[in-house]
């Protein structure tokens, strides 16, 4: 079955960096489209960082210039490299892919950046 583990999550002060990992399995990972999204407290999950079986990466808005994506397709590892954290990065992060009609998701990881 499809299984996403994320790591590296923590407490930042603004300005640092953490980089979150989240090791796949289950399905062909090479093929498929991997991303990140967030939730913070109250609001909605949203797409934060994608990256395509190519390596095509993409962005939201308000994490451009700051957060670099990648994906390693021999350790079925997809990474976000987060730089120049700020409070309002502050959420539950998830790995997540597409499979057919289906979204499947990882266990989500906690990121707060607080001084």
């Known amino acids: 079955q499809v299984q996403l583990v994320e790591s590296g999550g923590g407490l930042v002060q603004p300005g640092g960096s953490l980089r979150l990992s989240c090791a796949a399995s289950g399905f062909t990972f090479m093929i498929n489209t991997m991303a990140w999204s967030r939730q913070a407290p109250g609001k909605q999950r949203e797409l934060v960082a994608g990256?395509?079986?190519?390596?095509?990466?993409n962005y939201a808005d308000s994490v451009k210039g700051r957060f670099t994506i990648s994906r390693d397709n021999a350790k079925k590892t997809v990474y976000l490299q987060m730089n120049s954290l700020k409070p309002e990065d502050t959420a539950v992060y998830y790995c997540n892919v597409g499979i057919g009609h289906n979204t499947y998701w990882g266990q989500g990881n906690q990121v707060t950046v607080s001084s």
């Open positions: 990256i395509t079986s190519s390596g095509g990466p």
